[in-house]
């Protein structure tokens, strides 16, 4: 399974091989168990302003800006983009709600992936649309030793989000390398689009409700059912790529 995606990908691109450096990684879905809790957040927040986001939608919309999300809703149920001001005080309802629910969890699997490919000398890098600034720290605490602050795109590093492929090729701008020298890792439709735009083949695990589908409609060069599924077959996906 994983030599015909491998192969089909390189064909696809004109590529020799893999040459393996760095593993992209978003966060919300991937690392951490947290987008049911942004998903309840943009639900409750978007129904206190007067418009309907559905939990399942608002898994379609990981990646996007918040403004983007806001405005897309708002110019479905009333015909017209939202102002300035009134992005400003849904987003920050929305963040108000998502931090008043439980803390999420580091999704099962993702640190022993995570230190296995920084033990194999691979870079880690961090690709996310978030713009928390305790962000270093909430992923050092969780997972100790493996990101840079060099190696980390996040919200404050590019114009456009995801689907846009900016973020992944900023990250690979910095980690110094080629997309044939990366995989990405995303869990979001919209990220797999950004990482299939950016040229870099893409792994999909599907950790929310979507459909499989969902995922692979958007280009997915391999599919897992969870970051634990992915840790444990990771050693046959790495040595499928670096031969």
């Known amino acids: 399974m994983f030599e015909e995606a491998i192969k089909n990908y390189l064909e696809e691109k004109g590529y020799n091989k893999i ?14 168990d947290s987008m049911k809790n942004h998903a309840k957040a943009w639900n409750k927040a978007m129904s206190i302003y007067g418009m309907n986001l559905s939990e399942e939608e608002a ?16 110019t479905r149920e009333r015909g017209y983009n939202a102002s300035e001001e009134e992005i400003k005080k849904i987003y920050q309802t929305k963040s108000e709600i998502f ?27 961090l690709v ?30 590019v ?36 990482g299939v735009a950016a040229g870099i083949f893409t792994i999909a695990v599907n950790t929310g409700p979507l459909p499989d589908s969902a995922l692979l409609d958007e280009g997915a060069n391999l599919l897992f059912g969870s970051m634990l599924e992915l840790s444990e077959k990771w050693d046959s996906v790495k040595n499928e790529m670096c031969r």
């Not at 898994?59 to 708002?74: D, K, L, P, Q, Y």
């Not at 008043?100 to 033990?119: C, F, Q, V, W």
């Open 159 to 194: 114009k456009y989000g995801k689907p846009n492929p900016e973020p992944y090729l900023m990250g690979l701008k910095k980690a110094g390398i080629e997309a044939n020298e990366a995989i990405v890792v995303e869990n979001a439709p919209l990220g797999v689009k950004a």
């Open 128 to 157: 996310t649309g978030s713009g928390q600034l305790s962000l270093l720290d909430n992923l050092n605490h969780h997972f100790p030793g493996i990101f840079q602050k060099e190696f980390m795109v996040t919200a404050f590093d």
């Open 59 to 74: 898994f379609m919309h990981e990646g996007r800006t918040g403004a983007s999300t806001i405005n897309i809703v708002c």
């Open 19 to 32: 040459n393996l450096k760095a593993v992209l990684f978003d966060m919300d879905g991937v690392l951490f």
């Open 99 to 125: 931090n008043s629910l439980p803390k999420a969890e580091p999704m099962p699997g993702a640190y022993t992936l995570l230190r296995n490919i920084k033990d194999s000398g691979l870079q880690p890098v």
